[in-house]
């Protein structure tokens, strides 16, 4: 199934009112960036009305997960993220945190976009469309064929927002999870690759 998403992501920029153009300056993350980035994701969560503990996620494990510029020697390199900023802030204000796909269908590569979030005082200034672009390039630069995400149902700003730049809802899949007990029973349905233990890593 080419088009499946297995994994829901809660990408969003909530629209308002266009403010003047400002300069925004989009980078690859750094290791010292985690505290940063930890405090984007918590405000995330309050955004999307999850309580605290909803976050698993520290600055260590984002250490050894995240694909860093330049490379931590701990990382398991599974993810990248972006970070956006404006000469009013030193902290960045957005991020956008991807992974490559791929479709079957037709044996190309793309990204998807696990988590788009703008600081609310940073809002109607494109950022989220900056960083969206920025995620377009790189796939037509690996020469891909889709940059893709989800977005909650009742966030309808920002589906909204999605379409104006021609996303489309893919309407006809529906997204499936397997995660907590229910991934520990599945494990055990797998034994093992012959020779290698993973074939992602």
């Known amino acids: ?20 153009p400002i300069e ?11 505290k940063a980035i930890l405090s984007l994701i918590h405000e995330l969560a309050e955004y999307e009305k999850e309580p605290p503990s909803t976050v698993e996620a520290t600055e260590e494990s984002l250490l050894n997960t995240l694909r860093f510029t330049p490379p931590h020697p701990t990382s398991q390199n599974l993810a990248s993220c972006l970070l956006a900023f404006i000469p009013s802030s030193n ?4 991020f956008a945190l991807y992974f490559t796909n791929y479709s079957t269908w037709r044996g190309k590569g ?24 920025e995620l377009a390039r790189e796939v037509t630069e690996m020469d891909g064929r889709r940059l893709e995400w989800s977005v909650l149902t009742w966030n309808k700003p920002s589906i909204k927002f999605y379409e104006s730049l021609g996303a489309v809802a893919m309407t006809e899949w ?3 999870r ?18 290698k233990s993973t074939t992602l890593m």
């Open 110 to 133: 793309g990204i998807y976009l696990e988590d788009l979030f703008v600081k609310e005082s940073a809002r109607g200034q494109k950022i989220g469309k900056r960083l969206l672009g």
């Open 24 to 34: 925004v300056t989009v980078r690859a993350a750094e290791p010292s960036d985690v």
């Open 1 to 20: 199934m080419a088009e499946v998403t297995i994994h829901a992501a809660e990408s969003r920029e909530q629209s308002r009112p266009s403010l003047p």
């Open 91 to 94: 902290e960045p204000v957005g």
């Open 178 to 195: 397997v995660d907590g007990d229910a991934l520990t029973k599945l494990a055990q349905n797998g034994p093992g690759i012959q020779g």
């Open 174 to 176: 529906q997204t499936m």
